[in-house]
T-cell receptor, first 110, second 115 residues
Framework: KQEVTQIPAALSVPEGENLVLNCSFT??????LQWFRQDPGKGLTSLLL?????REQTSGRLNASLDKSSGRSTLYIAASQPGDSATYLC?????????FGAGTRLFVKA | DADVTQTPRNRITKTGKRIMLECSQT?????MYWYRQDPGLGLRLIYY???????NKGEISDGYSVSRQAQAKFSLSLESAIPNQTALYFC??????????????FGPGTRLTVL
């Protein structure tokens, strides 16, 4: 059974800092891994999707990597801004189901 | 206009009442999903549907039922609501084109409170 873990559960950083969010999964037989952003009480916004054959994806200040063999993905946020404050979720797709981590709550202080 | 819409956005109801949550999408996707989100637990899959005639239980389907009325519509029902069904409910869709297989797109959510 696939299990997805995100560490840390919460993170507070000063504005401008580069940071890394971690996601680990137990079953390497995946189709893809998706990173989402969720603002309080709101829906999920897709940030990046990495197919199983890919090693990384980039969008603006965001870079996501995938290492299937070790069951890990990281989301790198460069030059963090207060507007980046949100919860970040990773989701691993395998078979017909997608399993979500519990998320990392990020707070960027101005 | 949003690609995935949910109604209602907020609902307060009482124990024992029947509740229906509705989801519509304009993305033309075949696959639709219902999730619930509880604090600290992430999202958990309730039901999923790969087309109008294909509906499957997720990991927490007890107490819920669904109906896929059309490719674009997927509704979730709570036949007799109970307080531990208080949660944020999300509908999601995904396509079947190989390059976007399983990339999911979410609606804005329905906040349900059962008193």
């Amino acid at each position: 059974k696939q299990e997805v873990t995100q560490i840390p559960a919460a993170l507070s950083v000063p504005e401008g800092e580069n940071l890394v969010l971690n996601c680990s999964f137990t079953d390497s037989a995946i189709y893809n891994l998706q990173w989402f952003r969720q603002d309080p009480g709101k829906g999920l916004t897709s940030l990046l999707l990495i197919q199983s054959s890919q090693r990384e994806q980039t969008s603006g200040r965001l870079n996501a990597s995938l290492d299937k063999s070790s069951g890990r993905s990281t989301l790198y946020i460069a030059a963090s801004q207060p507007g980046d404050s949100a919860t970040y979720l990773c989701a691993v797709a395998g078979g017909f189901k997608t399993i979500f981590g519990a998320g990392t709550r990020l707070f960027v202080k101005a | 206009d949003a690609d995935v819409t949910q109604t209602p956005r907020n609902r307060i109801t009482k124990t024992g009442k029947r509740i229906m949550l509705e989801c519509s999408q304009t993305k033309g996707h075949d696959r639709m999903y219902w999730y619930r989100q509880d604090p600290g637990l992430g999202l958990r899959l309730i039901y999923y549907s790969f087309d109008v005639k294909d509906i499957n239980k997720g990991e927490i389907s007890d107490g819920y039922s669904v109906s896929r009325q059309a490719q674009a519509k997927f509704s979730l029902s709570l036949e007799s609501a109970i307080p531990n069904q208080t949660a944020l409910y999300f509908c999601a869709t995904s396509g079947t084109v190989a390059s976007s297989y399983n990339e999911q797109f979410f609606g804005p959510g329905t906040r349900l409170t059962v008193l």
